[in-house]
């Protein structure tokens, strides 16, 4: 994938490790508590909800809170 002027890399701590994730763009960079969230259903049918943790709804959006773990490649499985 190619990479453009809006590319941006989120950095993340995840399983101890300080991750760069290259995503195409963001929009808003957004504050929120563990009560704003709420489980997903169970959408065991739709592949694509699997990497969704929890959801919320800012300004009439809905918004998806990503599991990184299950996005993210684990470290050891890249040496593989």
């Known amino acids: 994938q190619e990479t453009g002027d809006r590319n941006v890399i989120i950095v993340v701590h995840l399983n101890g490790v300080l991750t ?14 563990v009560d704003d969230l709420q489980p997903p259903p169970d959408m065991a049918s739709d592949p694509s909800m699997s990497v969704v943790r929890a959801l919320t709804v800012i300004d009439d959006r809905m918004i998806r809170v990503l599991d990184l773990t299950a996005v993210v490649p684990n470290r050891a499985d890249d040496a593989a």
Do not use: E, K, Q
Request: charged share 15%; no cysteine.
């Open 20 to 33: 760069g994730l290259l995503v195409d763009a963001v929009s808003d960079i957004v504050a929120m508590t």
